[in-house]
């Protein structure tokens, strides 16, 4: 049997402000592409299928047309819920979905598997869903179920107890933060209580393989426990983490290969550091005109409307940030300290520009021309 393992679709959400919809469509198609060309029996998709538990109706769409296209490509499909999702939203049309096209949100349904068989017989698919302790505890009486550790020992124990029982091979999936790995800054919405709701790596023993799903990078945690990642880039620090899916066999004794299979990404991700005008004439940046930019510019000031000037040859240039090297020291006086010691009105100016470009006053051209100023606004006023 071959399986696609693929996770963290985040249906509908931005980066930095641009949609990604289009994007995110293209890459589906692809991933449809190959479970056809790979001829996959089942695709898993581990939680996060959409970015917020209110998706815009264009949402369900494309999830509609990419699971129709992938059943329609031969392959069984089995979906969980998410931190992301609203497991009732995800789970409300799921008994009238075609046949072959399973979404498991109910909790209630842990340790119940869905099973698909092979030439060498049966393989039992052991849905996990996001499970919020505080919601699920009052579904398992006489269990304490303080923290997300808690919950998912409780449910893989279920999962192992239909296992023991039935037997055969196994596949579990599930959406979690599990031991062993380190999230993406500012990507994965932690779903960790101090350090209470990290999942050891013990807590998966029992099926041939897990899918896991919530960490947008590709990780092998042990040759049987994995996490696919997202298939798009959401933000910079994900740009050096492949994108793609887990291509997962198993023989009549259980799991025989895993193969990373690649996705398309639709534009690269960059971090380019410079002064304003490196970033806008030095010919080592040509090559990342067309990518997504983060620009890093040094100069030891802040620059006028850098976005909008760095957005002339880098059109996608996402995100600004000010990184100075070589600002002035610190004089160790503030703006109302400035003034105080300020002589004159030309002086008046200088503290102003000092305070507001972190420490850099006024240059000697800048200098002549607020003394101009000031000189005819005295002679003006003599004459008035």
């Known amino acids: 049997m071959r399986i696609l393992h693929t996770s963290d679709w985040h249906i509908g959400r931005s980066f930095h402000g641009h949609a990604t919809f289009d994007a995110l469509r293209g890459v589906l198609e692809a991933l449809v592409a190959q479970v056809a060309e790979l001829r996959v029996d089942v695709v898993v998709l581990a939680g996060d299928v959409f970015d917020s ?18 059943s329609d490509a031969g392959a069984r499909i089995i979906v969980t819920s998410g931190n992301h999702d609203s497991a009732a939203r995800l789970g409300f049309q799921s008994a009238l979905l075609r046949e072959g096209i399973t979404v498991l949100t109910d909790p209630a349904a842990v340790g119940t598997p ?5 030439a060498h ?16 505890r009052h579904r ?15 449910a893989l124990g279920l999962v192992r107890a239909d296992l023991a029982a039935r037997g055969g ?14 999230a ?13 709701d990290v999942v050891p790596l013990p807590a998966f023993d029992g099926p041939d393989y897990v899918a896991l799903g919530h960490i947008h990078g590709r990780q092998q945690l042990s040759e049987r426990v994995r996490y696919a990642g997202a298939p798009l880039h ?3 620090g994900e740009a050096d983490k492949p994108r793609g899916s887990w291509l997962v066999e198993l023989d009549a004794a259980g799991l025989t290969n895993v193969e990373w299979i690649p996705l398309p990404v639709p534009r690269r991700l960059v971090t380019l550091r410079g002064t304003i005008a490196e970033l806008l004439e030095d010919s080592r940046f040509a090559a990342d005109e067309d990518a997504w930019v983060c620009a890093q510019y040094t100069d030891p000031t802040p620059q006028i409307e850098p976005m909008r000037r760095l957005q002339r040859r880098f059109a996608f240039c996402a995100t600004v ?63 008035a």
């Not at 769409?61 to 992938?70: E, H, M, V, Y």
């Not at 398992?140 to 409780?154: C, D, I, K, P, Y």
């Not at 579990?172 to 790995?181: K, P």
């Not at 993406?184 to 209470?196: A, F, H, Y």
Request: charged share 20%.
């Open 114 to 118: 869905v099973t698909v068989s092979d």
């Open 184 to 196: 993406t800054p500012g990507v994965e919405r932690e779903i960790r209580q101090g350090g209470l």
């Open 321 to 383: 940030v000010h990184t100075p090297v070589g600002a002035p020291a610190p004089d160790g006086l503030d703006y109302s300290g400035r003034v105080r010691a300020a002589r004159d009105d030309a002086e008046l100016f200088d503290a102003f520009l000092t305070h507001v470009r972190a420490g850099e006053g006024a240059t000697d051209a800048e200098r002549a021309l607020i003394r101009d100023v000031v000189d005819a606004r005295t002679v003006a006023e003599a004459r």
């Open 53 to 70: 538990a209110a998706p815009a109706p264009a949402c369900y769409a494309l999830l509609t047309d990419t699971l129709a296209a992938i």
């Open 140 to 154: 398992w009486e006489g269990v304490e179920l303080r923290s997300q550790a808690q919950t998912m020992n409780h």
């Open 121 to 136: 017989g049966p393989v039992h698919f052991h849905g996990i869903p996001y499970l919020e302790p505080a919601i699920v």
């Open 234 to 236: 959401y933000s910079f």
């Open 169 to 182: 091979r196994s596949v579990a999936i599930a959406h979690c933060f599990a031991a062993g790995v380190e």
